[in-house]
């Protein structure tokens, strides 16, 4: 199993914590990455892959696969155990909500704070717009955020045993920490489940890469991993 993957690439990321909860391995392709010129140049096998010329892509007995939701989904049918989604319709459904939730509606705001791991720009006026943008995106995560604590009441997981869900969120939750969004500490039972999480091995083991590949590619964030 080949996985094109980005060090710092919060989807690809995504697919590794689930590969590693499945016990699969797999051979890990890195493209290239900067601060300054975005995922370039892109590697032929991805573009050839992927229309959106996008990582994660996963190629697996002859099969080839793009985005990370897809290729959850399919590792799933591949290699059913562990199980990484719930047995019933139902609680699948509402699992595969949190992800959409995490990927393409937290990703919105927390696109607004990217700018923070960039080089300050030498015009000033941009880093004061991009920050006036960032502040304007905080409110919102601390709104996702609350909607996670609200599925969170009474549970260890977001869909009953730990699935999916747990993944995806973590991931938008640990970006938001990680570019000096919001603290968790008014969100008692969402800063648990972060941590919970975390001392799982392979969260805990991307979490630390994710940590060694910013000290290499970024600038520091102000305020990132606050309380
Ligand atoms: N919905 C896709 C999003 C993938 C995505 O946005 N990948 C980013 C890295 S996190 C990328 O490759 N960006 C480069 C580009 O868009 O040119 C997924 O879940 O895989």
Same mark, same amino acid.
């Given at each position: 199993?080949?996985?094109?993957? +980005?060090?710092?690439? @919060?989807?690809?990321?995504?697919?590794? !914590?689930?590969?590693?909860?499945? +016990?699969?391995?797999?051979? %890990?392709?890195?493209?290239?990455?900067?601060? #300054?010129? +975005?995922?370039?140049?892109?590697?032929?096998?991805?573009?050839?892959?992927?229309?959106?010329?996008?990582?994660?892509? &996963?190629?697996?007995? +002859?099969? #080839?696969?793009?985005?990370? #939701?897809?290729? &959850?989904?399919?590792?799933?049918?591949?290699?059913?155990?562990?199980? @990484?989604?719930?047995?019933?319709?139902?609680?699948?459904? %509402?699992? %595969?909500? !949190?992800?959409?939730?995490?990927?393409? *509606?937290?990703?919105v705001p927390l696109r607004a704070l990217?700018?923070? #791991?960039?080089?300050?720009?030498?015009?000033?006026?941009?880093?004061?717009?991009?920050?006036?943008k960032a502040r304007d995106a905080e409110p919102v995560i601390?709104?996702?955020?609350?909607?996670?604590?609200?599925?969170?009441?009474?549970?260890?997981?977001?869909?009953?045993?730990?699935? *999916?869900?747990? =993944?995806?969120?973590?991931?938008?939750?640990?970006?938001?920490?990680?570019?000096?969004g919001?603290?968790?500490?008014?969100?008692?039972? &969402?800063?648990?489940?972060?941590?919970? @999480?975390?001392?799982?091995?392979?969260?805990?083991?991307?979490?630390?890469? =994710?940590?060694?590949?910013?000290?290499?590619?970024?600038?520091?964030?102000?305020?990132?991993?606050?309380?």
């Amino acid at each position: 199993m080949k996985l094109y993957s +980005g060090a710092l690439s @919060l989807f690809s990321r995504k697919v590794e !914590i689930a590969l590693h909860e499945k +016990g699969l391995s797999f051979e %890990r392709v890195q493209v290239p990455f900067s601060q #300054t010129r +975005g995922y370039s140049p892109k590697d032929p096998a991805v573009l050839a892959a992927n229309p959106k010329g996008q990582v994660p892509v &996963l190629v697996d007995n +002859g099969v #080839t696969l793009y985005d990370s #939701t897809v290729i &959850l989904e399919y590792l799933e049918d591949a290699y059913p155990a562990p199980a @990484l989604y719930p047995d019933r319709p139902e609680e699948r459904a %509402r699992c %595969r909500l !949190i992800d959409v939730f995490a990927d393409e *509606v937290m990703l919105v705001p927390l696109r607004a704070l990217m700018h923070r #791991t960039e080089p300050r720009p030498d015009d000033e006026g941009r880093w004061i717009a991009n920050e006036a943008k960032a502040r304007d995106a905080e409110p919102v995560i601390a709104g996702h955020f609350a909607k996670l604590e609200d599925a969170l009441a009474g549970r260890r997981f977001l869909c009953g045993r730990f699935s *999916v869900a747990d =993944i995806s969120a973590f991931m938008a939750v640990h970006y938001a920490r990680r570019l000096g969004g919001p603290s968790l500490k008014p969100f008692p039972a &969402l800063a648990a489940w972060y941590a919970g @999480l975390s001392e799982r091995s392979a969260f805990g083991r991307i979490v630390a890469e =994710i940590a060694e590949a910013d000290r290499e590619l970024s600038a520091p964030v102000d305020g990132a991993f606050r309380d």
